[in-house]
């Protein structure tokens, strides 16, 4: 019965895989939906993750898991199939977010702290009754003048390192995300201070990590990737990014790690995906690196579904083209002509 958390690690990032972020909390989800002018309704929060789900290529092909929240993790398919059993079926984990968010952090003015640490082993429990064996937590932090601070970084590597250590008693593997952010509030900072911030980050983390006693077999790390922020004037190259992105991490990552699972970001699907790729083309790495992108892999499901049952097919395909795309990348064989093809 015991599943080893270094299995299920490797499993999530098994080759040419990656992880589906659809945790969107309910605020979320509904700026996403405000997109595409629909109501955020649980039936269409439903309606929506069962397209995603059930796009049966995407989801047994490229796929190695999707990250819930707490109400998908609870939900039926129209025809009364709970949807972790929709992912499970695929081949795929079920995964959850159990961070409470990021909250205005006391005395640190324009800095956040992620909350969600009380009660969290119980939670845990449960959440591994209803089918998931990963989870996510996850820390913002932002670059601006002055910012960010040590004394923010370090409380939420602390509160990285307490959730990790929970997740690792109670069988779930933790996905650890420290986002150094790329489209906070100002953004106007160039790669070589995302690349500073990101190190400390990094840094610090696997400090607390340790401290904590966190198995490092047994997790997955979530970052960023090195790269400007959206309204800095001057942006890297993509060469520069994944040359910057992996300096970064063989600095910082000790091998024992089995993965690294890069967010989006705020990037666009095809340059989030590029990236991805050309990393793994200068391998051989100590770790896999793959994908959990959430904006990056369903913005364009999002559109061509529009909230329309009729569209459910399209959207499928939207999204199969991306995670496909993104399998090629996580081992390192995208190309912008494949794209164009496969399109
Ligand atoms: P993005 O890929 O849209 O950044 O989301 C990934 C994620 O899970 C952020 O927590």
Redesign the pocket.
Known sequence: MSEKLSDIAQAMVADGKGIL?A?ESTGTIKKRFDSISLESTETARRDYREMLFGADEAMSNYISGV?LFDETIRQKAADGTPLVEMIRKAGAIPGI?VDAGAKDMALFPGEKVTEGLDGLGGRLKEYHELGARFA?W?AVVDIADGLPSFGAIHANAHALARYAALCQVNGIVPIV?P?VLMDGPVASHDIDRCYAVTEFTLKEVFQELYYAKVDLEGMIL?PNMVIAGKNASAQASPEEVAEKTLKVLKACVPPAVPGIA??????SDEQ?THHLSLMNAAGPLPWKLT????????AAALKAWGGKAENVDAARKAFTHRAKMNGLAAKGGYSSELEQQAA
């Open positions: 972020a945790d990250i977010k996510k996850r995300e986002e979530k890069f967010l989006s970001g705020g990037q989030a994908f959990s992108y959430g904006r990056a892999l369903q």
